[in-house]
């Protein structure tokens, strides 16, 4: 999930700082193009397409990366999917079962199968570090989020159990959860909603920090927990939000009214 949004960001800030980047998204178009930026900043990345939910992809795609730079120090998970991309169909009578299946497979399994193939390469590295996206939905509830919470409270919960079992070989795994990052999945999820501004506001006006982060916001978070300056963190769980769970909304974001 690197050509765009978070992943895109992430990828051109690491290879600045000296990581050899490997760019892999379905978008083979977005990705190249970002794979040129990244060398013409003087910056070392290749493109690898894969489908997050294809095994074989994901074992090519974690083959390919250590062919090209010797090995595998850090995965970063962060394809993901929201139910607005797939259908306009988000309540709990229309959404049919393949939409909600298949933002489960992209979310979930997906990070699953990247975490199992890259393992082998992961045990050679003295600093490897898995990086799983999760989401402020992975904390509290949203309306017409039904698939994309429940995926990103599994990726949450699926963290904090590998940083258990893979504690004996020294790698660290973390999850952060973003608030409202301005990417294209946001776009399309306002773009989805009855009412967009109502539902930017609910997304934005929560936020004590007063805007919409930016994937750059992100992106730093992710390096950190890439880089040694985090090796005591380990299972752990970022909120990077702006403050948007720090505080208690009210029911006037959902258009409700408080009953007697």
């Not at 062919?67 to 709990?92: M, P, W, Y």
């Not at 039904?146 to 504690?167: E, F, P, R």
């Not at 005591?232 to 009210?250: E, K």
Request: aromatic share 6%; charged share 20%; proline share 3%.
């Amino acid at each position: 999930g690197s050509a765009v949004g978070i992943g895109a960001g992430t990828a051109r800030l690491a290879a600045s700082r000296g990581a050899k980047v490997v760019v892999s998204d379905m978008n083979a178009k977005d990705g190249q193009e970002l794979v040129d930026a990244i060398r013409a900043e003087g910056g070392e990345a290749i493109y690898q397409h894969c489908d997050v939910t294809d095994e074989s992809q994901v074992e090519a795609l974690m083959r390919a990366a250590a062919d090209a730079f010797g090995g595998i120090d850090v995965l970063h998970n962060n394809a993901g999917v929201h139910e607005s991309s797939l259908s306009k169909d988000l309540t709990l009578e229309s959404m049919s079962r393949d939409t909600f299946e298949k933002v489960m497979n992209i979310n979930v399994t997906g990070v699953w199968l990247c975490a199992k193939y890259a393992l082998p390469f992961l045990r050679a590295s003295d600093c490897a570090s898995i990086i799983n996206a999760g989401s402020t939905s992975s904390l509290s509830g949203y309306p017409q989020c039904q698939a994309y919470g429940a995926s990103k409270g599994a990726v949450m919960q699926l963290s904090k159990m590998l940083a258990v079992d893979l504690a004996p070989d020294s790698i660290r795994v973390n999850c952060y959860c973003p608030g409202s990052i301005h990417t294209q999945i946001v776009d399309n999820f306002l773009a989805a909603a009855p009412d967009p501004q109502a539902m930017l506001n609910t997304m934005t006006q929560t936020h004590l920090i007063p805007r919409m982060g930016q994937p750059a916001d992100v992106a730093e978070l992710v390096c950190f927990l890439a880089s040694p300056e985090s090796k005591f963190v380990n299972g752990a769980v970022w909120t990077i939000d702006g403050g948007s769970l720090a505080w208690r909304g009210t029911l006037d974001v959902l258009g409700m009214e408080v009953k007697a």
